[in-house]
């Protein structure tokens, strides 16, 4: 059974940094695509940063030049690194997993799904 456990969220003032992980279980890395998502209350579930297991990357235009997702496949860790935090990047981020061979690129093409961690910027 796949698990994802989402960390690493919290407050901090604009400009600052924060770097969120998804912990992975029961399923193979290389053969999934892996992806962070954030919703904003009243606002729904938008893809921030997606990674396939050949390394290819892709980001959200709000987010490019900020952000940057890793995987550590041998932990079978997700990172999130982000920099320069803005009060619109608030909310509610999520890790999600799906087989490569979906090509899954929406939210609800994703499979799998970690609980949740809240980022906070203030300004």
Do not use: H
């Amino acid at each position: 059974q796949v698990q994802l456990v989402a960390a690493g969220g919290g407050s901090v003032q604009t400009g600052g940094s924060l770097r969120l992980s998804c912990a992975g279980s029961g399923y193979t890395a290389r053969t999934y695509c892996m992806a962070w998502f954030r919703q904003a209350p009243g606002k729904t579930r938008a893809r921030v940063a997606r990674t396939d297991s050949d390394g290819t990357t892709s980001y959200a235009d709000s987010v490019k030049g900020r952000f940057t997702i890793s995987e550590d496949n041998d932990k079978d860790v997700l990172y999130l690194q982000m920099n320069s935090l803005k009060p619109e990047d608030t909310a509610m981020y999520y890790c999600a997993a799906a087989p490569r061979w979906i090509v899954p690129l929406k939210s609800t093409d994703f499979t799998y799904w970690g609980q949740g961690t809240q980022v906070t910027v203030s300004s």
